[in-house]
């Protein structure tokens, strides 16, 4: 990453980065509190970050298997912030966010994942989980590795730095994302999920060697204490096979949940990482919906992978032992089996289907849902309700088919399974009696065959979760086969924006669309007051769609600060900018929360000085409840000129180095508009607007008119009018 000039401008950039960062890390160490159940409380302080080593970093790096040598220079830097940027960015790139964490006594047992802390004598060490789940550092002195224990803890401090996984910034696959789940558990929880299970099959395989014992030798006991003590070791070992697949149970729920933050968090990130492309094609409302049948994913993951496995054990197990009483019974058992499998998997499969259409028609069900609600107004004023409503019908009627007629196996399908179990202790009584058994060996086999169709009984208790899977996964395809923003192998600058260059630049939307920008030079100065007008669909929102990087250039370059768009980090640069787009709108909350939502440190003082130079302020100072009022995000409790102007005074509150400001005061009356023009003339900061109401534009420093996607005309606005051109002619006919 090339080296950044730290002045003032970027000094406030890196105060407001570092402030979404502390929210960001509350918000995500209030999510770990939930899971881990213990309290997490984030602070800044940069002690830490301007003081790790490469060998720190390469511990990290090794536990979340990113291996490999680390070169100092990448996270240097002349000074202390901006060697915390660089190595930010370094983690950053390596799919890991950086958060520093207070932890609290005994924390040193609760492993939350790799930490970076420090001791009483300020060195700083990597502490790395083992597979039980108790962290160790490597003692320089000694080249050693220690455990930390209660005891010898206390000699950290209390600070550090805790990671959390995103995904790569790239197109992902579903083995991505099931191989990004795997990662997100220790391993001492899958051992012990593993172990318990192991001792619930141990104890459980028990019990068909007493009934064979106690059976097979019925005839020797004389008394029947022997029997009353095999009934009793009997009755504990169920019980202790009951406690034990509780205790696996609630491991493997913990597993689930620990999985389910992890991923569900990093999906959340990738989600608002994506180009906004993805969301014109795809509908809030569809896109809410995947993200909330997400939670059942990683539940049904877990839940079926161990207890199908577990269960696939015992039944081999129980077969082997029907084995060694030998004859037509094992052929029985086989078959019943045999089919009982057969049947399960084509359960789960029909089932799947069945889930599949569910998604996909909850998903358009939810989603017309949520365009009906953002539009319920303009519904009314058309009287559109019933041919809305009969749309939705359409989509609910086969979402109801899907859950009501699923299909014959689906419905029957557990009927099916204890029906094949009956059958087959029918055949086994025919082919006992043939075979002249003995009554105790033929109720050993009976025991045994009632714990192996029991396998299958509790087998079907997965089949729902395990017919999830698949659907839940395609559902979540369109999330993670989208390109990021952003790629991780970008070396992305952070630059104040203040001056652009369109150079040769050319654009369209589509392979198959023909351009909508047609090699635009154009150069904007720092400080300038620029308009750009021209016709509907000439391409100025295009050009303000370039600027703020939503769309790439299909040929040339555009230059911000003379440095690539292409090569500046977007999130930051947007940060630097203050924006009215043509729809944008308000959010839920009051209207204080709406103006200071780009700078959240700022006073009230200061947003309503924002309001001031938005001409909203004597609006909001007439309300009952002034800057705390509530606003919705349709703003249907003030006039379409107030949720224009609280939008402005938003754009401003940021004190913005580059204002973008697209059809920004339609809906403003002439005064207001005028009150508005003003506090943008007095402004220093560069300024870019567009406008159809050529009246408003006079003040500006110069006008670029737009014909067919290139520079028609260009100047200030009495040259252009001097000149008699397209421009001229478009102030006269807005006169008529």
Request: a neutral charge.
């Amino acid at each position: 990453m090339s080296t950044i000039s730290f002045n003032t401008e970027t000094e406030l950039l890196f105060n407001r980065i570092e402030e979404d960062e502390q929210n960001l890390s509350d918000a995500l160490m209030g999510l770990t509190e939930v899971v881990e159940g213990k309290k997490v409380y984030s602070r800044f302080g940069k002690n830490y970050l301007s003081s790790v080593t490469a060998d720190v970093v390469e511990q990290i790096l090794l536990y979340c298997g990113k291996a490999g040598r680390v070169d100092p220079e990448e996270f240097s830097g002349k000074t202390e912030e901006e060697r915390i940027h660089s190595l930010t960015r370094f983690f950053d790139k390596r799919g890991l966010s950086i958060h520093e964490v207070q932890l609290k006594k005994g924390w040193s047992k609760n492993a939350l994942g790799p930490l970076i802390i420090s001791d009483n004598e300020k060195k700083i060490y990597a502490a790395i989980p083992n597979i039980l789940g108790n962290y160790h550092y490597v003692d320089y002195k000694s080249g050693k590795s220690v455990k930390i224990t209660k005891k010898n803890e206390e000699k950290f401090d209390r600070t550090g730095i805790c990671f959390l996984r995103q995904f790569e910034k790239k197109k992902l696959g579903i083995k991505d994302l099931l191989l990004f789940m795997v990662k997100s558990l220790l391993v001492s929880d899958i051992v012990m999920a593993i172990v318990l299970g192991l001792f619930a099959i141990l104890v459980s395989l028990i019990v068909p060697f007493l009934i064979r014992s106690l059976f097979f030798n019925l005839d020797d006991y004389k008394s029947t204490t022997p029997i009353i003590a095999y009934l009793v070791f009997m009755v504990c070992t169920s019980l202790s096979v009951t406690l034990f697949r509780t205790v696996q149970s609630q491991m493997i729920y913990r597993m689930a949940s620990k999985v389910d933050r992890d991923t569900r968090a990093a999906t959340m990130e990738r989600m608002l990482s994506l180009p906004t492309d993805f969301f014109k094609n795809h509908s809030a409302g569809a896109i809410a919906k995947r993200m909330q049948i997400f939670p059942m994913l990683c539940e049904s993951l877990i839940t079926g992978v161990f207890t199908t496995g577990l269960m696939t054990i015992l039944s081999i197990f129980y077969i082997f032992q029907i084995y060694n009483l030998g004859g037509d019974l094992f052929v029985v058992a086989s078959v019943t089996t045999i089919l009982n499998i057969g049947l399960t998997f084509l359960i789960i499969r029909k089932k799947s289907d069945v889930n599949g259409r569910r998604i996909e028609y909850a998903t358009k069900d939810n989603a017309i849902l949520v365009s009906m609600m953002n539009g319920i107004q303009t519904l009314k004023v058309t009287s559109s309700e019933r041919r809305l409503y009969t749309q939705w019908l359409k989509i609910f009627k086969q979402e109801a088919v899907a859950e009501y007629r699923p299909g014959f196996i689906v419905v029957y399908g557990n009927v099916l399974v204890n029906a094949v179990s009956l059958i087959g202790i029918l055949f086994t009584y025919i082919a006992a009696n043939q075979m002249q058994m003995y009554t105790n060996y033929y109720i050993a086999f009976t025991a045994l065959y009632g714990m192996l169709t029991g396998v299958f009984t509790q087998l079907q208790d997965t089949v729902p979760n395990a017919a999830l899977v698949v659907p839940i996964l395609k559902s979540l395809e369109i999330l993670f086969e989208e390109k990021p923003e952003e790629s991780d192998n970008n070396e992305l600058e952070h630059v104040v924006p203040n001056r652009i260059e369109f150079d040769n630049v050319s654009f369209k939307y589509a392979e198959n669309l023909p351009l909508v920008i047609k090699n635009l030079n154009l150069s904007i100065k720092e400080g300038e007051y620029v308009a750009i007008v021209g016709k509907s669909g000439c391409g100025k929102s295009t050009i303000m769609r370039l600027i703020l990087g939503f769309e790439q250039c299909t040929l040339g370059s555009i230059y911000i600060n003379g440095v690539n768009i292409k090569n500046i980090d977007k999130k930051s640069l947007r940060r630097n900018y203050g924006v009215v787009m043509q729809d944008s709108r308000l959010f839920s909350g009051t209207i204080l929360k709406n103006i200071s939502i780009a700078n959240p440190q700022m006073t009230e003082e200061e947003a309503w000085e924002a309001a001031r130079k938005a001409g909203i302020a004597d609006d909001i100072e007439n309300m009952p409840m002034k800057m705390h009022t509530i606003v919705d995000e349709n703003a249907s409790c003030i006039s379409g000129g107030q949720k224009q102007r609280i939008i402005i005074a938003r754009a401003l509150a940021g004190n913005p180095k580059l204002l973008l400001f697209d059809e920004a005061t339609s809906a403003l009356d002439n005064i207001t508009q005028k009150v508005v023009s003003d506090s943008l003339s007095e402004l220093k900061c560069t300024r870019i607007v567009i406008a159809h109401r050529l009246s408003t534009i006079k003040d500006c420093d110069r006008i670029i008119m737009i014909d067919d996607g290139s520079v028609d005309e260009m100047g200030t606005y009495e040259q252009l009018m001097a000149k008699n051109g397209k421009f001229a002619q478009m102030v006269e006919r807005q006169k008529l």
